[in-house]
């Protein structure tokens, strides 16, 4: 695999993952990688929507306690995105099986890592979540942690249900229509330095506005909501954790400091018994939409349980004698 450094600089490398061209031409994924040496144990973190992987200190805290760190850009998306594709425009969530197969293979068989994590962060955590379904029995995921997972759309259950049809429709003979929907600038104003947070990173692949919201897209979320309400049926653990509150706006609140500022908290929890028969759902008092930019206090938190449960469901390898 030509990895080459990535655009963090050292430590971290970087590996273009080529797919099946679709509509829009070409298409790639990119794996980023972080290793321990001699590590057997291994963690694949998966974005959000409108996002790309830049939590650094995430990688600190996995790679401190043993794990090699690996990060997907998914197609269209952050370091993947090319000027002739729709960013972050798929029209069926299973296409992210391609980038991820991929991902995990060169984890196990080219670097040689025989324990998984895979952590998915908001659509991300939707989208892993749905393809751990699909490769229950393999042996592929050992655990799987979701932080706050776009299980449910920020709406109304009786919205959900009168829009779905209408979207649904549009999505397969429009996929590409941009609806008026842009994303409230808001949430990245609180995170990022340049504006009212504390955090870095490049506005160009996280723009506080967003990209378009195409109708494919949107239908493409509105199927996987609807399978996670119907049950899933992954098998290894899961860990799911979800601010204790929420604050969905268009005008700047505090309140976005210290609560999700994107999605319904109450309805991450609710839905996560569904994923499987081994669900650990956890509240974080004080935490963001991305848990891992929390206030201190609250990352702090995060940390914490999510080491407490690894450490019950994914111990370390025994070494043979």
Partial sequence: MDFRTDILGEP???????????????????LVRRLVPGSTRAVLYVHGYVDYFFQTHLADHYTAAGYSFYALDLRKYGRSLRPHQSPNF??????????????????REVDGHTQLLVNGHSTGGLVTALWADRRAGRGLVDALFLNSPFLSMPAAAAVRT??????????????????????????????????KGSWEFDLSL??????????????????????????????????????????????????LRTTDGVLRADDIAALGPRLGRNVTVLRI???????????????DQVFT?????????????????
Wanted: glycine share 8%; proline share 7%.
């Fill in 90 to 107: 798929v029209r069926d969530l299973g296409a992210y099986d391609e980038e991820l197969d991929e991902a995990v293979r060169v984890i």
């Fill in 206 to 255: 996280k723009p506080a506005e967003g990209f378009p919201l195409y109708a494919g897209w949107l239908a493409a979320i509105q199927r996987g909501h609807r399978a996670v309400r119907r049950g899933l049926a992954v098998d290894c653990p899961v860990l799911l954790m979800a601010s204790t509150a929420s604050t969905v706006t268009n005008r700047w609140d505090d309140a």
């Fill in 162 to 195: 009168l829009g779905a049809p209408a979207v649904e429709a549009l999505g397969r003979v429009a996929g590409l229509r941009k609806l008026p929907a842009p994303l409230n600038p808001h949430y990245v104003h609180s995170l990022h330095r340049a504006h």
């Fill in 305 to 321: 349980e999510l080491d407490r449960w690894l450490a019950a469901y994914l111990p370390a390898p025994v070494a043979a004698a």
């Fill in 12 to 30: 971290y490398e970087a590996v273009e993952l080529p797919l099946a061209d679709d509509e829009e031409g070409a298409v790639s994924a990119t």
């Fill in 285 to 299: 008092e004080g935490g963001v939409h991305d848990l891992v930019l929390s206030g201190e206090q609250a990352r």
